[in-house]
């Protein structure tokens, strides 16, 4: 089974070795037919704190560091 990898934006970086990334997706609503846009935040892990507020990364599927922590990021977009 393939690693899930998304693609957000950094907006939180204020606990060491993680930043809170949220993620967009739009989908179709099955009954309505509209594109519906849906927000999600993710905790990844950010070995050497070198992601800022603001940053565009990618982040991937990986073992679980904590509780809540299951993704670590793959590279920062451009």
């Given at each position: 089974?393939?690693?899930k990898i998304l693609n957000g934006i950094v907006v939180s970086?204020?606990?060491n070795k993680t930043i809170k990334v949220?993620?967009?997706?739009?989908?179709q609503h099955p009954l309505f037919k509209k594109?519906?846009?849906?927000k999600k935040?993710?905790?990844?892990?950010?070995?050497?704190n070198r992601f800022k507020i603001g940053?565009?990364?990618s982040i991937v599927e990986s073992k679980p560091y904590s509780k809540n922590?299951?993704?670590?990021?793959?590279?920062?977009?451009?």
């Open positions: 089974m393939p690693k970086d204020k606990e949220m993620v967009e997706r739009k989908y594109v519906v846009k849906s935040k993710y905790s990844a892990h950010d070995e050497e940053d565009k990364v922590k299951k993704f670590e990021v793959l590279q920062e977009k451009k």
